[in-house]
């Protein structure tokens, strides 16, 4: 396994398009897949990482196997179309979309190279295949539960810091499911009593502004949304909550481990190794048509109890019991 030093190394500031073993060129006979993802490659090296382990797992070991080929949309959700078209061109054997974006990026681009995707939606209702057990087309992939826990997190926070009569959400509203997401979390919010404030970011050079804002409105807590801009900047984020002593709940365990206050969401890792055994998958034969959607239902609550002590919170006994890893 690579560890994230050497990751980076490999890559070089910057990169931001082709992996250096495609760029040395393919070893004939071995096939290409094409990997599309929102991020960075610094940022989104344990992606790369957990499908590699799928993909080992299904026999295919990267440069002896297979060739991976890695188009980064620097937070950029806007660049994902062109960059699946670039992949397209190359005729790769298999698009991985890894996020909402890229997912849906690769179905737009093409209707017959092999799609696996790995997003945190309903793939069905957001219009990737027509459905779960027989997806039909080009498109299969890996489901977990991403933007559908966001009101269970609002609710945990609600809990955790039950004095905070106003709570900030922080979104990227270019997530395609931003809207929807929102408004469950209202729904939330309003059934809690409590006043929900939305702030926005689309690029890095937003989030400090956005938080800002919602701390300027008197917030009393703080909801960070899970998506591609926001999971790649943990320490960003719990520093920010720290300088303002906010009580804060996070998508992804990197938050309460940088030192946030609690996490519950997904495991990321486990989602996209599946995502990486259903690419090994493919290139084995299997037709993505009959491959059934996969839902990675492992969800994690970490508490960081070092970090409600300096905020001064007294953890709720029920929520520490329900936890999963508590970081003393």
Sequence with gaps: MIGRREFITLLGVGAAAAWPIAARGQ???IPVVGLLLGGTPAADYYRVDAIRRGLTETGYV???????????????????????????????????????????????????????????????SFGLVTSLARPGGNLTGVTFLGGSLAPKQF????????????????????????????????AAADALGRKLIVATAVVESDIEQAVTSLVQQRIGALLVRSDVLFNARPKQL???????????????????????????????????????????????????????IVQSAKVELVVNLKTAKALGLAMPLPLLGRADEVIE
Excluded at 165 to 176: D, F, R, S
Excluded at 256 to 266: E, I, K, N, T
Excluded at 278 to 283: A, F, K, P
């Design 27 to 29: 070893q004939p006979g």
């Design 62 to 124: 990267e440069g002896q196997d297979v060739t991976l080929e890695y188009r980064w949309a620097e937070n950029q959700y806007q660049r994902l179309p062109a960059l699946a078209a670039d992949l397209v061109r190359r005729r790769v054997a298999v698009i991985a979309g890894i996020g909402n974006a890229a997912a849906r990026a690769a179905k737009e681009a093409t209707s017959t190279i092999p799609i696996v995707f790995e997003i945190g939606t309903d793939p069905v």
């Design 155 to 186: 609710e945990i926070l609600h809990e955790t810091a039950s004095r905070a009569a106003v709570i900030g959400m922080l979104e990227n509203p270019t997530n395609p499911n931003a809207e929807e997401v929102r408004q469950e979390v209202q």
């Design 238 to 292: 719990v520093a920010l909550a720290d300088r303002h002593a906010l009580p804060a709940i996070y998508p992804l365990h990197e938050f309460p481990a940088a030192g946030g206050l609690m996490s519950y969401g997904a495991s990321l890792r486990d989602a996209l190794r599946l995502a990486g055994v259903y690419i090994g998958r493919v290139l084995k034969g299997e037709k993505t048509a009959e491959l059934p």
